[in-house]
């Protein structure tokens, strides 16, 4: 089959997650509550620690006119979602989750979409035919801490195509490609088939790139598979799976992978790929 190669622009890529994002009024509503005696500290310190390294590194005005308008060029090609996702998103998570007893999560990056078909307790998850890459089935079971399956408890999965491309974010791969919902039953069972995704590059053409350029960073992510799971009265998990050997998992632009979330695939006699991994969910307190 001919798979259309053409990449989107960081400004698309960026542009759509930060249209999804705005149109979440959540957000606010969330935070609408926080005294204002937080708010003052959170900025005051935040501010406190740029001006600490204005004064360590004796940053001059041409370095401060540098930042203002690259500031202003990460808001036009609507870069904030990439720019925080992938440099402050995984210590907010590990914040947020430190008290877990189940499985270890991680962060959601800006291409997650709800609503992702369903696909039932065992399926696959939508791909064109003939998708390239290696096939592979994934089996575990989502339960709670205490062990019970969780019956009616969702997984969620999305992951880049062979590509390193993202349905919604890139063109030539359809609406729900390599996206899709897999509702367990009472055993709390599932089975996925979907293929291997590729580590890929996070868009380079925009206004992160430039400090990836300027900095002599790289842009690669590890090869990763993206879920979230949902039980009644348990606490949503968001993680991303990974596959032993990728060449990025030490040095993850994102900085978002942890041993507990390495897969151990098995090369099976078709040249698939075979994996167990289980979720453990925590109990809403
Ligand atoms: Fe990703």
């Not at 991680?106 to 709800?114: A, K, L, M």
């Not at 969620?156 to 996206?179: A, M, T, V």
Request: hydrophobic share 35%; aromatic share 8%.
């Amino acid at each position: 089959m001919t798979i259309d190669t053409e990449t989107s622009t960081a400004a698309a890529s960026g542009a759509s997650a930060t249209e999804r994002f705005r149109a979440d009024k959540s957000p606010y509503a969330a935070v609408k509550d926080t005294p204002k005696e937080r708010v003052d500290v959170l900025a005051r310190e935040v501010l406190g620690a740029v001006h600490a390294t204005i004064r360590k590194h004796k940053v001059t005005y041409d370095e401060y006119n540098a930042l203002k308008s690259w500031l202003i060029q990460v808001g036009e090609g609507g870069e904030w979602p990439l720019f925080l996702d992938v440099w402050v998103e995984h210590v907010v998570e590990e914040v947020a989750t430190s008290h877990r007893q189940g499985s270890q999560g991680t962060i959601e990056g800006p291409y997650y979409v709800p609503n992702a078909p369903e696909c039932g307790a065992d399926g696959t998850i939508p791909m064109r035919p003939e998708e390239p890459g290696t096939p592979l089935a994934w089996e575990g079971t989502i339960t709670s801490t205490d062990g019970t399956p969780l019956d009616n408890a969702k997984l969620e999965i999305w992951h880049c195509d062979d590509l390193g491309l993202y349905s919604q974010f890139s063109k030539g791969q359809p609406e729900w490609n390599l996206r899709g919902t897999f509702t367990v039953g009472p055993d709390g069972r599932f089975t996925v088939r979907t293929i291997k995704p590729q580590p890929y590059q996070i868009p380079t053409e925009g206004a992160c790139g430039q400090l990836i350029e300027a900095a002599g960073w790289h842009a690669w992510r590890p090869a990763h598979i993206h879920v979230k799971v949902t039980a009644p009265a348990h606490e949503l998990l968001t993680a991303q799976l990974y596959f032993p050997g990728d060449r990025h998992n030490d040095d993850d632009i994102a900085s978002a992978v942890k041993p507990e979330l390495m897969l151990a695939p098995e090369d099976r006699p078709d040249g698939s790929l075979g994996v167990a991994y289980d979720f453990i969910l925590d109990p809403i307190q």
